[in-house]
Each structure stands twice: as structure tokens, then as C-alpha cells.
């Protein structure tokens, strides 16, 4: 019996099922899916982006001799011994006294080393704003009998000079400013110096003339306060001897006008420095 026909009749019989199997099999994709273009855009924009780390900084303060050396280290370091002179210590054990050095950097600041005005001592000042007018300023400890931490006459023509103490004086931490202009000498932050120094910007000069004002209302805020209250210490006094024992209300009185000051000295310190920024800005 030939067995040939039966065999091809079969193959015909499973050739649909084959040919179903085929078409319900999932498709295959030859290529990646692709992303859209904005996602491409933003991803070539971020590797544009991704610069490599800058070096490590090893030389990041900088400190300048009078000779005109300049020394650049990592760390600078202010040593005061009890004994013996104040000097500065680099990170790699150079050691330069600051008699020597003209200016130096450290973490908390850039320090200068210049003569106040009216003194022939050099001192440290750190500089607080860079400008046509610049800034500076020295902190101190000492010792003060004021129970307001700072004098009622805006520190003689130098601004910032209160600090914190107790309630009835002691040692307070006193900051004072002064400024240079142009890089010139140091001078006093007082109204009249700022003013010789912005004569030629009528801003700023008004502005200044305005914390004038100010300085001349907290003065006699602080004269009549002293005045009223003196007096009504002195009527209590004289109440109590007559058997009649109570306050004066003229010590009461008082108080207003010590407030006013406090007021006054806020805006005249705006005004101050107002008038600074407006003429580095103008210049």
C-alpha cells in the first residue's frame, strides 16, 4: 500500500492550525521603542551640562605681606599667646608675625592691618562691604556703666558702637565702624565724615542729612529724659520726707522719651546705610 497520499492528505490537515497558531503568536519587534524628542533634548542637555568635579581647592585664603609677598594656604590661623606677639599660623606651618602682614583671609572673614585715625598703633579690621566705600569694623570686650548697652549720644560720631550686658552695666561686647574711601585712610563712621565723602552725590547727602536730624531729636530725647526724670526722683524725695510716700508722675513722664531714641537711632542707621549703598552703586 502506498503511504505517500495518506502523508500529504495529513500535512493538509494541520497546515491551518499551524497557520492560526502563527497569526495569534505576539509579534516580535526588531528595533528599540523610541523615546520623544523633548526626553532626547533633555538628556543631551544634561550630559552638555554635567561638567567634571573642579580639583580639590587647596590654596583657598590668601595673606599678603608688606614686602609685597603673597601666601595662599588652606587654613589661617590667629594665635594671641599670652606671652609674646600675635602672629599668623598657614597649614603648612609658615609663621609670619602681623607686624609683617598687610592683609590676611580665614574662614570667618578678610582682616586688614592699618592705623586708626588719631592712634599710631596698628590694629586689625575686618572688612565688612567692598565699594568705592568700603567698610570695616573692630569687636571688643570692655567695660561699661551704661544699663543700655550702648551711649546716648550715637557713640560720638561712631555708629555700631553698643553691645550686649547686664541690666546695670559691665563688660559688653562693643563693635565699632569706620569706612575708607577709595582705598585712603581709615576715617570715623560719623555723619560728618560720610558727608565730606558723598558731597558729590546730592542722594546720598540728603540721605545722610535726614540721619542729621535724626542723631540731633535722639540727643535731646535723651537730655529731656534725664531732665524729667531727675526731677520727679526729686519731688519723690521731697513727697516721702512730707510723710507722703508715692512716685512722682514725672518719672513716669520720662519713659516716652527715652523710647524715642530707640526709634530714632533705628532709622538713622537705615539712612547711613542707604546712603553707602546708593553711592557704590552709583559710582
Not at 532626547?40 to 587647596?58: D, G, I, S, W
Amino acid at each position: 500500500m502506498n503511504l505517500r497520499p495518506l502523508l500529504f492528505s495529513l500535512s493538509l490537515l494541520a497546515l491551518p492550525t499551524a497557520t492560526t497558531f502563527a497569526q495569534t503568536a505576539p509579534r516580535q519587534l526588531n528595533t528599540q521603542p523610541t523615546l520623544p524628542d523633548s526626553v532626547v533634548r533633555q538628556h543631551q542637555q544634561q550630559r552638555q551640562t554635567a561638567l567634571p568635579a573642579p580639583p580639590p581647592n587647596t590654596t583657598r585664603y590668601a595673606v599678603g605681606l608688606k614686602n609685597g609677598q603673597v601666601y595662599r594656604a588652606y587654613d589661617v590661623i590667629v594665635k594671641q599667646p599670652v606671652f609674646g606677639r600675635s602672629y599668623l599660623l598657614l597649614d603648612d606651618g609658615q609663621r609670619f608675625d602681623l607686624d609683617q602682614v598687610r592683609y590676611y583671609e580665614d574662614e570667618t572673614g578678610f582682616y586688614v592691618r592699618t592705623t586708626l585715625p588719631k592712634s599710631k598703633r596698628e590694629t586689625t579690621l575686618r572688612r565688612d562691604r567692598v565699594g568705592r566705600i568700603s567698610l570695616y569694623s573692630i569687636t571688643r570686650t570692655q567695660y561699661s556703666n551704661s544699663p543700655y548697652g550702648y551711649s546716648p549720644y550715637g557713640g560720638f560720631g561712631r555708629f555700631g558702637g553698643y553691645g550686649y550686658g547686664y541690666p546695670y552695666g559691665g563688660y559688653q561686647t562693643v563693635k565699632t565702624e569706620y569706612f575708607s574711601k577709595d582705598n585712603g585712610p581709615i576715617e570715623d563712621l560719623s555723619l560728618r565724615n560720610l558727608s565730606v565723602a558723598t558731597s558729590d552725590l546730592p542722594a546720598s547727602r540728603a540721605l545722610l542729612d535726614q540721619a542729621r536730624s535724626y542723631q540731633r531729636i535722639t540727643t535731646l530725647s535723651y537730655v529731656a529724659a534725664a531732665g524729667v526724670v531727675a526731677a520727679g526722683i526729686f519731688s519723690t524725695f521731697n513727697s516721702n520726707e512730707s510723710g507722703a510716700a508715692r512716685i512722682s508722675p514725672l518719672v513716669y513722664a520720662g519713659l516716652p522719651l527715652l523710647i524715642v531714641p530707640l526709634v530714632l537711632q533705628g532709622k538713622q542707621q537705615r539712612n547711613i546705610k542707604q546712603a553707602i549703598s546708593l553711592y557704590n552703586r552709583a559710582q
